[in-house]
C-alpha cells in the first residue's frame, strides 16, 4: 500500500551531516529509489510502471533529456527517473474536498515539499476574485474565463505564456501556434533560465544552438570533458554512457568546484561486476573557482596556439581551421595575449593542473565537451561556452565522429519545445513556415522571455499569466520581487499535474487546469494516441502512457490547447482546432510541413527508436551562420568579482528533487539528511568567517541595487568545495538571485554567481 501524505511540515527542518561519498548508484540508489516509488504507488503499480520507462513501446521518463542507448535493459530507468515516475504516478489525490479544507493563505504559508506531496490535481478549480478557496469549476466555464480576460486586453502583448520543459512536441506546437494566432510572441520557457546561454552561443559561433553529438560519439571519444554539470544526480543514466566510454579507453576531465560523487566512481546497479567494484570516471579533476571557467578554456587554447607555434604537429587543426572557420586571427591574437597569472588566478587551479589538462587535450583526437548549469547560469556565460567551442574549433573537433559540443538539456523535452517554436524570439523562417501552412499573419515583434515577463507583470504592463506546465513563481529569480509581480496580475492560469506555489501566489483571480502526463493512457475520439518528444541529442521519439488516468476529469494537454484555442479565439481562427483534438497524427502532419526535419514525421516516428534530426555541422561539416563558417569569437576574459569578506554562492540541486519538486529531505551523496536549508563553505574560508561547522547563519545577498535579499537560517557545512565559493538548494536561495542580475545575451538569470555575506542567525542586519 501506498502511504499519506506528510502530515507535518518541516519548513524548519533539521539537517544531519556525514562526509560526502565518493561512488554513486549501486545497489543502494536502487533500494531508495524502490522504497520511495512504494510510498507514492504501492507495490505492485510500481512493478507496471517502472518497467514500461524508456521502453520501445512505454513512455519516455519524465526525468531528464539523456537520450536512450540503442540496445535497452529491461530496466532503462535510474533512481531519479524512477522518483519522477513516482511522483507522477502517486497514489495520492487533491481533490475538491481538499482545496474546502486549506485556504490558498494557508497553502502559501506551505513548503513547497509540503505542497507537491500532497498528490495529483483532478479537478479544474478556480479561485475567484477575493475568495480564499478554490472552487471546482466546469471545464467549458475555465476557458470561458480566460477567453474573457484575454479578449479584454488592449493587446495580445499584455499577456504572458510560459511553458516549462516536459510538454510534449504535440501540445508545444499547438500550444504556439495559438498564442501567435492571438497575437503574440510572448513565449518565455524555462529555456530561458536553463540552456539559453548554450543556445546563444551555440548559435552564433556553429549555427545551430543544439548539441553536435549523438550517443555513439561519446562512446567513441578519447577524452571527455565534463564541466558545470553533476550527473550522478541530474542524468544518472549518463554515467552509464561514461562508464561505456572509459571501458573503451577515453579519459574524463571533471570540472567543477565541487567533487560530485557521482563523476568519481559509479557502480552500475545493471551489472554485477559493475555492482561490486564500480568504474573510476574521472582521471582529472579540477576543481575550478565558481565562474573560472572561460579563464581556463582560455588558457587551454593559449597552450595550444603556444605549442602549434613551436612546431607541435597536430595542436592545431589547421586543415579545419582554414575550411571551415572564421574569425581565426582575431581570436588567436587575443587567446597568445592571455596573461598567464592573472588568467589563472580566475580559474583558482594550480598551473601544473591546467598544463595536465592540456596534455591531455593534445592527446586526444576526439574530444566532446559536456556541460549544463555550472556554465550556463552566470553573467559571462555565453562568453564561456564561445570559449569551449573555440577550443574545440582549434581541434578540429566538431563535425568528427567522437567529437563535438554536448549541452546536456534538464526537462525531458525542453529542447524538443523549442524546435517546436516554443521561443520568444522565432526566426524569420519559422514565422513564414506558420504563415504558409495556416493562412494568418503571425507577429513579427520578438516577446518576453522570463525576467522581461516578470518585469512586465511588475510594471503593470502584462496582465494575464498562463502557463503549460512548471513552477514559475519558485523557479524564477528574486522571488519577493517575483511574486509581488504575479500578484498584480488580473488573472494567472496553470495546466498541472501537481500542487505547487505558483498555484498560491495568483493573479487577482487563478485557474488550475488539471492534465495527463506521461504516464497516463490518452484517447481521444481517434483512439488512444501517443505524443512525441525529442531527446538532448535530437533524436525524436514516441511516448505512450497506460496508466489509468489520475482522475476522470483530466484533459490532455493538446486538448486543453485546442478548447482553449477556441473559445478565445472562436470564428477568427482559421486552425481546425476540433480535428487536431481527435487524433494526434494530424497535428504531425502539420508539424512535418512547418518544422524542417520533420518531413513524413508520422511514418518516421512510427520506427522502433525514432529518428535523428539533421544536424549541418554534424553531419556535413556545414555551419549556417552569419558567416557561413564557424566562427571563433574573441571575447574578453571576465569572472564575478567577489568583495573581501564575501563567498560566491551557486544555487544547486539536491540528490532528492526535481526542480522545485521536493522528494525529499535527503542529499545523500554530499551526506546531508533531513534538510535542505545548509549553506556548503570550504573550512577554511567559514573558519576565517567566524562560523563553525554546525553554526547557523543567513545568506545576505550583495548587489549593486543596495536592495537587502535574505534567506535567513542556513546551517553552515564544511565542504570541500573551492576556495571563496558556496553553494545551497534552490529554489529556498532564489530570493537572492537579483531579477537584473543576468547573462548577457541570453539574459539567464545568473543563479550560479551569487554574491553573499554571512550573518550569524537572528542577528539585526547592520545599521537597524
Ligand atoms: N534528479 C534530477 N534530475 C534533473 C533535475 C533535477 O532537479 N533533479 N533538473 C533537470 C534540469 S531542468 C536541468 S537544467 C539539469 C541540471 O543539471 P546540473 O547542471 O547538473 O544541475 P545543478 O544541480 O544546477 O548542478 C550544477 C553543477 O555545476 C557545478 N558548478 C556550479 N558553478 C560552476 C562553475 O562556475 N563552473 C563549473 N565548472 N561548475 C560549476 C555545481 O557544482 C554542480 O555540480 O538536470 C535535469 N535533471
Ligand atoms: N536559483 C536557481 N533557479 C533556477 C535554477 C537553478 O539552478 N538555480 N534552474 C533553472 C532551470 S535549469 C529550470 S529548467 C527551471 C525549472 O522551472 P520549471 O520547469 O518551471 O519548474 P519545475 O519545478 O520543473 O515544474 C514543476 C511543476 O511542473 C508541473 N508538471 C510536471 N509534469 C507536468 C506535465 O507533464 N504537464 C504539465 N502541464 N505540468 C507538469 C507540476 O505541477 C510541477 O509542480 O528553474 C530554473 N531556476
Ligand atoms: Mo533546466
Given at each position: ?703 549593486r541595487d543596495g536592495v537587502e535579499r535574505r534567506a535567513p537560517g542556513f546551517r553552515v557545512v564544511h565542504y570541500p568545495t573551492a576556495r571563496g565559493c558556496a553553494a545551497a538548494y534552490y529554489p529556498e536561495t532564489n530570493v537572492l538571485v537579483p531579477l537584473d542580475a543576468t547573462a548577457d545575451t541570453s539574459n539567464t538569470p545568473a543563479s550560479k554567481s551569487v554574491v553573499i555575506r554571512l550573518e550569524p542567525s537572528g542577528t539585526e542586519p547592520a545599521g537597524t
Amino acid at each position: 500500500m501506498a502511504s499519506e501524505p506528510p502530515r507535518h511540515d518541516p519548513v524548519q527542518d533539521d539537517p544531519e551531516v556525514t562526509p560526502p561519498r565518493h561512488a554513486a548508484a549501486g545497489l543502494p540508489g536502487v533500494g531508495h529509489a524502490l522504497r520511495h516509488a512504494h510510498r507514492q504507488m504501492g507495490v505492485r503499480r510500481t512493478a507496471l510502471t517502472l518497467l514500461r520507462v524508456n521502453q520501445e513501446d512505454g513512455f519516455d521518463c519524465p526525468g531528464c533529456a539523456w537520450p536512450e542507448p540503442e540496445r535497452r535493459h529491461t530496466a532503462e530507468f535510474c533512481e531519479n527517473g524512477a522518483k519522477a515516475v513516482a511522483e507522477e504516478a502517486t497514489l495520492r489525490r487533491v481533490g475538491p474536498a481538499f482545496f474546502a479544507e486549506h485556504s490558498v493563505s494557508g497553502l502559501a504559508a506551505r513548503s513547497g515539499y509540503w505542497l507537491g506531496q500532497q498528490g495529483r490535481l483532478t479537478h479544474p478549480l478556480h479561485l475567484p476574485e477575493g475568495a480564499d478557496h478554490y472552487r471546482p469549476i466546469s471545464w467549458e466555464r475555465a476557458f470561458e474565463l480566460i477567453a474573457a480576460e484575454l479578449n479584454a486586453l488592449d493587446s495580445p502583448d499584455e499577456a504572458v505564456f510560459y511553458t516549462s520543459g516536459r510538454t510534449s512536441n504535440e501540445a508545444a506546437f499547438l500550444y504556439q501556434l495559438f498564442v501567435r494566432e492571438f497575437g503574440t510572441n510572448n513565449l518565455p520557457d524555462c529555456s530561458n533560465m536553463c540552456h539559453e546561454s548554450s543556445g546563444s552561443a551555440l548559435t552564433e559561433t556553429l549555427g545551430v544552438g543544439k548539441g553536435s553529438v549523438l550517443l555513439e560519439d561519446l562512446h567513441r571519444a578519447d577524452l571527455i570533458v565534463v564541466a558545470g554539470q553533476n550527473p550522478g544526480t541530474n542524468h544518472p543514466r549518463m554515467l552509464g554512457s561514461l562508464e561505456k566510454a572509459k571501458r573503451a579507453g577515453a579519459k574524463i576531465i571533471t570540472i567543477n568546484p565541487l567533487p560530485e560523487a557521482g563523476l568519481e566512481r559509479f557502480k552500475d546497479p545493471q551489472s554485477p561486476r559493475g555492482l561490486l567494484r564500480g568504474t573510476a570516471l574521472t582521471d582529472l579533476f579540477l576543481q575550478i573557482r565558481i565562474g573560472g571557467d572561460q579563464a581556463l578554456f582560455r588558457l587551454l587554447n593559449r597552450l595550444l596556439l603556444d605549442a602549434d607555434a613551436n612546431g607541435t604537429a597536430g595542436a592545431v587543426d589547421h586543415e579545419f581551421v582554414r575550411a571551415h572557420t572564421h574569425g581565426f586571427e582575431a581570436f588567436a591574437t587575443a587567446a597568445r595575449a592571455a596573461d598567464w597569472e592573472r588568467t589563472l588566478a580566475a580559474t583558482g587551479l594550480e598551473r601544473a593542473a591546467v598544463q595536465e589538462a592540456f596534455r591531455m587535450l593534445l592527446a586526444s583526437r576526439r574530444t566532446v565537451v559536456c556541460w549544463a548549469m555550472g556554465l550556463t547560469q552566470h553573467k559571462h556565460s555565453v562568453a564561456t561556452i564561445k570559449e569551449v567551442v573555440n577550443l574545440l574549433l582549434l581541434r578540429g573537433a566538431v563535425g568528427r565522429p567522437g567529437a563535438g559540443v554536448c549541452p546536456v538539456r534538464g526537462h525531458s523535452n525542453v529542447q524538443g519545445d523549442r524546435t517546436m517554436g516554443i521561443f520568444e524570439r522565432p526566426a524569420d523562417a519559422f514565422l513564414d513556415a506558420l504563415a504558409e501552412e495556416f493562412g494568418f499573419a503571425p507577429p513579427r515583434a520578438h516577446g518576453h522571455d522570463v525576467v522581461r515577463a516578470i518585469r512586465a507583470l511588475r510594471d503593470g504592463a502584462a496582465k494575464v499569466l498562463v502557463a503549460m506546465g512548471g513552477n514559475f513563481v519558485s523557479a524564477s529569480p528574486d522571488t519577493a520581487v517575483t511574486e509581488a509581480a504575479v500578484r498584480r496580475a488580473r488573472l494567472t492560469v496553470h495546466v498541472s499535474t501537481k500542487l505547487n506555489r505558483s498555484h498560491v501566489v495568483t493573479g487577482a483571480h487563478a485557474l488550475i487546469l488539471p492534465t495527463l502526463g506521461r504516464t497516463e493512457r490518452d484517447v481521444q475520439a481517434g483512439g488512444p494516441q501517443f505524443v512525441t518528444v525529442e531527446d538532448s541529442m535530437g533524436v525524436v521519439h514516441a511516448s505512450r502512457g497506460r496508466l489509468a488516468p489520475a482522475g476522470p476529469e483530466l484533459l490532455s494537454e493538446p486538448v486543453i490547447v485546442c478548447r482553449l484555442a477556441r473559445a478565445v479565439l472562436g470564428d477568427r481562427s482559421v486552425v481546425p482546432w476540433e480535428d487536431f483534438a481527435v487524433d494526434y497524427a494530424r497535428i504531425r502532419d502539420r508539424i512535418a510541413r512547418v518544422v524542417p526535419g520533420f518531413e513524413d514525421f508520422n511514418a518516421k516516428v512510427s520506427r522502433p527508436g525514432g529518428f535523428t534530426l539533421p544536424h549541418a555541422p554534424r553531419d556535413e561539416r556545414r555551419f549556417p551562420t552569419a558567416t557561413g563558417k564557424a566562427n571563433f569569437t574573441a571575447e574578453p576574459v571576465t569572472h564575478p568579482h567577489v568583495p573581501a569578506g564575501r563567498l560566491l554562492l551557486q544555487t544547486l540541486r539536491s540528490h532528492d528533487q526535481y526542480n522545485t519538486t521536493v522528494y525529499g529531505l535527503d542529499d545523500r551523496y554530499r551526506g546531508i539528511r533531513n534538510g535542505r536549508r545548509v549553506v556548503l563553505v570550504h573550512p577554511e574560508d567559514a573558519r576565517a568567517l567566524g562560523f563553525p561547522d554546525g553554526s547557523h547563519a543567513d545568506l545576505v545577498g550583495e548587489w549593486r541595487d543596495g536592495v537587502e535579499r535574505r534567506a535567513p537560517g542556513f546551517r553552515v557545512v564544511h565542504y570541500p568545495t573551492a576556495r571563496g565559493c558556496a553553494a545551497a538548494y534552490y529554489p529556498e536561495t532564489n530570493v537572492l538571485v537579483p531579477l537584473d542580475a543576468t547573462a548577457d545575451t541570453s539574459n539567464t538569470p545568473a543563479s550560479k554567481s551569487v554574491v553573499i555575506r554571512l550573518e550569524p542567525s537572528g542577528t539585526e542586519p547592520a545599521g537597524t
